[in-house]
């Protein structure tokens, strides 16, 4: 059944109250699938929805939905419900789930918490937002150095339940310290009699609880890892990120740096769970932002009126002009921005980026200029030395643009400003400015 009828089906039997129809339905379903389902019904439907999930998967359906959705069936089910779902989450589920939660909601659910889940999850909320302190889990699997592989087998054999994962152990001292890490593949090939510590490999890579969770996640995309060791100032093992961790991490500084490319204040609330004010408060500032450094291309304009107003084709060809300084701005800047957030770039680069943006600048720029230059001496055979004029400043607009769009999202990052920002909206108000007084000069140059 096509996703679009499937979901028409649930929402028809949920409707109708055809539970016992539903619940077989949602037997059948991944759980992703169902969060997904789930998280975009009104707030009542969801509620009853959850309601109707078999409970084996109630839990692991929970920990898929987004934060409004939980917030809402939080706020509806009993005390005893919600210490089941929180004591048997994940700590980072967890965690997550209470960042999202007002004040007084996330009070009343550590309330209903275990001893030793409050503390743990009060241990994490400490840690600094996008920290990878609070992003990591504690539920990780720990061996000691002293363990033969048969030990170690029967140790991840009692915790490996309630571990997020067992594929890689962290080896341990009595002090927390972390001395290797070692696979179950590792071990299940090994002998029985043979040491944890002859079977271990020093890890590739730590980092400390207050490293920012991105690069944590760009060092697991590095070191194709599943899980890696988060330490504390002293570097003892305190939690792991796992890879599923870094994905959630990726996905959302990705869609942030997409709506500052887009001149829009970041949301963390999905569109359609989103109001419209909220929607117009992030879009407005950087609209009356962007509005009023536009008032600078009417008062360049203004100060060339004489030669507009003498030649009145110039004016034809300004749009084209300057739409395509943007093009060529946003191209540079989505390169570069890309690249910064890969790792490929440094700030150190700059010089190598300004000359490779400058080298490909003039091959686009004369290429254009050339094209746009016989396509007026056909169309405007008796215009004089204007296509000269346009097809010079064409040049000059795209070795401006390029140069400008490669370089500024670099000094955004040398000022610990988010290179994001310097996306193509404010780069084409930029361009735009330039390219008039360019253009003008140009023409007063040749033409007067």
């Known amino acids: ?23 077989a339905a949602f037997s059948e379903m991944n759980n992703v699938d169902l969060a997904q389902f789930i998280s975009q019904l009104p707030a009542r439907q969801a509620t009853l929805a959850f309601r109707t999930l078999p409970k ?82 504690a539920e990780y699997t720990d061996l000691r150095v002293d363990m033969t592989v048969e030990d170690a087998i029967k140790r991840i054999r009692r ?96 869609t942030e740096d997409f709506e500052k490319m887009a001149a829009m204040t970041p ?14 408060a992030n879009r407005l500032p950087w609209l009356l932002v962007l509005m009023l450094s536009g008032m600078l291309t009417g008062g360049i304009l203004g100060h060339y009126q004489d030669l507009y107003l003498a030649v009145p084709v110039l004016m034809t060809f300004v749009t084209m002009l300057t739409g395509t300084g943007g093009n060529a701005g946003s191209q540079s800047s989505t390169l570069i921005i890309r690249g910064m957030a890969l790792g490929e770039i440094q700030t150190r680069d700059m010089p190598a980026v300004i000359f490779k943006e400058a080298r490909v600048s003039l091959m686009v720029g004369v290429t254009l ?29 795209v070795f401006v643009a390029k140069v400008i769009g490669g370089v500024l999202p670099m000094l955004a990052r040398a000022v610990k400003v988010d290179p994001a920002l310097m996306a193509a909206p404010l780069i084409t108000t930029i361009v735009d400015a330039l390219v008039l007084v360019i253009y003008f000069n140009i023409a007063r140059a040749l033409l007067f």
């Not at 039997?13 to 129809?21: D, F, I, K």
């Not at 939980?70 to 700590?91: R, Y």
């Not at 200029?369 to 607009?397: C, D, E, H, K, Q």
């Open 56 to 137: 084996d998967v109630e839990l692991e359906v929970f920990a898929e939905l987004d934060p409004g959705t939980q917030q809402t069936i939080i706020a509806s089910i009993t005390d005893q419900e919600i210490a089941g779902i929180i004591d048997e989450l994940m700590v980072d589920d967890a965690v997550d789930m209470l960042e999202e939660m007002p004040a007084p909601l996330v009070i009343g659910v550590l309330r209903n918490s275990s001893p030793e889940t409050r503390a743990l999850i009060n241990q994490f909320l400490r840690y600094p937002e996008y920290s990878t302190g609070s992003i990591m889990t």
């Open 267 to 280: 949301s963390e609330r999905p569109y359609l769970k989103t109001g419209v004010f909220r929607l117009a």
């Open 369 to 397: 200029a050339f094209a746009n230059f016989l396509r007026m001496l056909i169309t405007n055979p008796n215009s004089g030395l204007v296509p000269l004029v346009v097809s010079l400043t064409l040049i000059a607009t």
């Open 159 to 254: 915790i490996g339940e309630d571990r997020e994962t067992i594929y890689t152990c962290f080896v341990v001292d009595d002090t927390r310290q972390l001395d290797g890490v070692v696979t179950v593949k590792d071990l299940l090939l090994a002998n029985d009699v043979d040491l944890v510590a002859d079977l271990m490999e020093p890890p590739a890579v730590t980092v400390e609880t207050t490293t920012d969770q991105e690069e944590a996640a760009k060092l697991l995309a590095k070191y194709d890892l599943i899980s890696l060791p988060v330490v504390d100032a002293e570097g003892r093992l305190v939690g792991i990120v796992t890879v599923d961790d870094a994905v959630d991490v990726i996905r959302e500084e990705d």
């Open 1 to 23: 059944m096509a996703p679009e009828a499937l979901t028409q089906a649930l929402e028809d039997l949920l409707e109708t109250r055809q539970y016992r129809a539903l619940r």
